[in-house]
C-alpha cells in the first residue's frame, strides 16, 4: 500500500518563479543586445544560464510516497529512499523554526524550496523538499541527516510513517 502526497507551489514560491524567470530572460536580451558584435560572450553567458536552470529544473520535488519500504521522497530526477529502520526522529516543524534558515546549494522559491539549507541557529545543515513555505516535516535518520519535506497534510504524513516504522 503506497500513499502519495503531492506537491503544489504555493502563490509565493510561483510568483518567485515568475520573477526569476523574468529576470533570466531580460538578462539575456540584454547579453545578446549588448554584445552582438562580440564572439564569444553572449554565447558564454547564455550557455552558463541554460545549465545552472537546467540543474535547478532537475532537482523540482514532485511528491512525497510512503511505502512498505520507507519513505520515498520523488525529484524529476532524483529519488531519495529512507527506509524505516534506518529512521531516527519524524516530527512536525513549524514555519518558525526553519526562520533562520538560508539555501546553501538549493532554491529558495524557483519552482519550490529544495536542496541543502543551512541552519543559523544551531549550526546544521539539512536537506528540504518543500513546495510551500508551510506544514513541514522533520525526519531524521541514524546516520543524523535531516530531511525537511512538505506536505499539504503533515499530520497524517507523521502518522503514517510512525505507524510503518512501529510495524517493522
Same mark, same amino acid.
Given at each position: 500500500m503506497e500513499?502519495?502526497?503531492e506537491y503544489r507551489l504555493d502563490?509565493?514560491?510561483?510568483r518567485i518563479t515568475a520573477i526569476v524567470i523574468a529576470a533570466v530572460a531580460l538578462l539575456s536580451a540584454?547579453?545578446?543586445?549588448?554584445?552582438?558584435?562580440?564572439s564569444y560572450y553572449s554565447a558564454?553567458?547564455?550557455?552558463? !544560464?541554460? &545549465?545552472?536552470?537546467g540543474l535547478y529544473i532537475l532537482s523540482i520535488p514532485r511528491h512525497v510516497a510512503v511505502t512498505e519500504a520507507g519513505v520515498e521522497i520523488h525529484c524529476l530526477v532524483e529519488l531519495t529512499i529512507l527506509n524505516y529502520d534506518d529512521l531516527r526522529s519524524v516530527r512536525r516543524v513549524g514555519?518558525?523554526?526553519?526562520?533562520y534558515c538560508i539555501p546553501l546549494l538549493g532554491s529558495y522559491g524557483f519552482f519550490g524550496y529544495y536542496g541543502y539549507y543551512f541552519n543559523l541557529r544551531d549550526w546544521s545543515v539539512?536537506? !528540504?523538499? &518543500?513546495?510551500?513555505w508551510n506544514n513541514f516535516v522533520e525526519i531524521e535518520d541514524v546516520y543524523e541527516q535531516i530531511?525537511?519535506?512538505?506536505?499539504?497534510?503533515?499530520d497524517r504524513l507523521t502518522e503514517l510513517i510512525e505507524k510503518n516504522r512501529t510495524v517493522q
Open positions: 500513499k502519495r502526497f502563490r509565493r514560491a510561483r540584454a547579453a545578446l543586445c549588448l554584445w552582438v558584435g562580440s558564454w553567458l547564455l550557455s552558463n !544560464i541554460a &545549465a545552472v536552470a514555519r518558525e523554526e526553519l526562520k539539512f536537506k !528540504i523538499y &518543500a513546495s510551500e530531511y525537511v519535506v512538505s506536505c499539504p497534510d503533515a
